[in-house]
């Protein structure tokens, strides 16, 4: 059964600001902006800064995603080992993946642009399901 009150809502917070965090990381020159860039034809200057709106939608989409995690990993009733947390993250990880290649099939997308962005996701999601299982 569901149960809101199980939810570990500071594991929530933190899974966020990782989110965040590495998406900051991951669409940058440090890791995968610059490819990312040219697969959706993008100049540095076209993407700098970002809008307010932008940046709190980004943040209220990880929060969402990683209170939904959370709520997943309390439907057992006991509480989230670093285990389950991991093999939850990654079964949820893949999932999106999937569904990310779907769309990218369809829209005929690169497998670059599709690993980006579904690795991105993965990453994050066996993140979420880590810290949660931690904390």
């Known amino acids: 059964m569901v149960d ?3 939810v570990n809502y500071l594991a929530v917070l ?3 600001i990782v989110t965040m965090v590495l998406g ?13 860039m040219k697969q959706v034809g993008l100049k540095k200057e076209d993407v700098s800064g970002g ?8 943040a209220f989409t990880a929060i969402i995603g990683a209170f939904l995690l959370a709520l997943v990993l309390t ?16 079964i949820v990880g893949l999932m999106v993946s999937a569904k990310i290649g779907m769309n990218y099939l369809f829209e005929g997308r690169s497998l670059l642009l599709f690993l980006i962005t579904a ?6 999601f066996v ?7 931690l904390i």
Do not use: C, K, Q, R
């Open 75 to 90: 439907i057992t009733g006991e509480d989230p080992t670093v285990s389950a947390g991991l093999t939850v993250g990654l």
């Open 119 to 124: 690795g991105y996701h993965l990453v994050t």
């Open 24 to 36: 900051f990381l991951w669409y940058s020159p440090v890791l995968f902006g610059n490819a990312w």
């Open 4 to 6: 809101f009150a199980e």
């Open 14 to 16: 933190i899974a966020t």
């Open 51 to 58: 809008h307010a709106g932008t940046y709190a939608l980004t």
């Open 127 to 133: 993140l979420t399901g880590l810290i949660i299982g």
